[in-house]
């Protein structure tokens, strides 16, 4: 029970303690092996942007920039500062300002921290983590395909299941605009069926009126204008080569005409993968292209598209499965008492550590059977006694944890020791 002047964290912004930390160094050794693979180099934003970035990237009348973003000013020069709600905007600014996109398209990749101001519930907090996925310069269906390919591909190695696969296509930038013609009128003579948020978006924004998940909106919403209906040949003839391929890799996926995705610059193909299993939070990845969003921030019209990766979402999925969380390996653990002992066991616990063996020095005394309870506890395979006696005649002793003899080594012989018993 901790006193009222404890400080605690802030809501919806959680500490990763150690034992959850192991999964997350593990999910992320995974997650990085698999983008290298396909290819892609890492890049890394500040956590800070012009809120101006994230305004004309996301879309002014959207839930983010609306409701959802943590903006201040500078208290030293006044400048209007956001923490980034995502990380595709940070992405485009920074290959743009560093000239990346002048010689050759990109393939990169980013994780860390993003921040929304939400009401904290299972897989949504205010601090979450993303892995995000950005090829810049690529037109083509194929990179859209191949980036879901690429999602396919990491569930299997994760072992994930009850995963499933929408998409979508949102047309191009004419078909959007008689789709949202249409869309006006039609809510325009269902004005008493919206409620507030979809009136104050019916003018601004009404293609976001089609995500809304208030179940009294569900009929009318399925009734809306289909924008399927306003595509053109080029967007049609990309969005079925995506589909292709998709089927030629045996990706099992569904249509999703409502599926608009939350910020606007978006384009063509949009995809979510999601799940029943974890409440009303089931999207655990989603992405799609967004030719437009480089010229918007300040570039040349370029195409691209990407995605990004809940972490919490993800790890929560694989615990439901009954993923062990694991656990930091120890090679060594150095025993000692004495003061010659424990000038030895220094010098012998760096040795070992030359030699790529995981040690751990016992620090803060106490008797050898103590420090042996502790070296049994921390799941070492070797304990490694120094007395001073032992440090003396510039020997050690091995005594093996899973059961075998206990020796007595010179030092310049126990790294050799070590990884014979370990191997």
Known sequence: MSDSNTLQAVRGMNDILPDEAELWLWFEDVVRDWLHSY????????????????????????????????????????????????????????ALQHNLLYNAPQRLYYSGPMFRHERPQK????????FGVEALGFAGPDIDAEQILMCARLWRKLGLHDVT???????DTASRHRHRAKLIGYFEQHLDMLDADATRRLHSNPLRILDSKN??????????????DELEDDALSHFDEVQAIL????????????????????NRTVFEWVTTRLGAQG????????????????GKSTPATGFAMGVERLLA???????????????????????????????VAEQLRDDRLRVLLHCGGGSFKSQMKKADASGAAVAVVIGDDE???????????????????????????????IK
């Open 165 to 171: 696969l929408q998409l979508n296509t949102l047309g």
């Open 283 to 298: 999207t655990i990845c989603a992405g799609g292209r967004y030719d437009g969003l480089v010229e918007q921030v300040g």
């Open 39 to 94: 290819g892609y180099r890492n890049i890394r934003m500040p956590l800070v942007e012009p809120t101006a970035l994230f305004k004309r990237a996301i879309g002014e009348v959207t839930d983010i920039v609306e409701k959802e973003m943590y903006s201040f000013a500078d208290a030293l020069n006044g400048d209007h500062l956001t923490l980034r709600p995502e990380g595709t905007a940070s992405c485009v600014r920074a």
């Open 247 to 266: 089927r030629r890799h045996d990706v099992a996926f569904e249509i999703n005409p409502q599926l608009v995705r939350g910020l606007d610059y978006y």
């Open 123 to 130: 897989g949504r907090y205010r601090q979450f983590h993303q």
């Open 215 to 228: 179940p009294a909106m569900q009929e009318l919403i399925s009734a809306a204008p289909r924008l399927a």
């Open 391 to 421: 440090a003396q005649a510039n020997e050690v002793s091995v005594k093996p944890m899973q059961g075998g003899e206990q020796q007595r080594v010179s030092v310049q012989n126990l790294a050799a020791t070590v990884n014979g018993i």
């Open 317 to 347: 999925l694989l615990q439901e499965d009954g993923m062990a969380l694991p656990k930091a390996e120890v090679d060594v653990y150095v025993v000692h008492q004495g003061e010659l002992a424990s000038r030895l066991a220094s010098v």
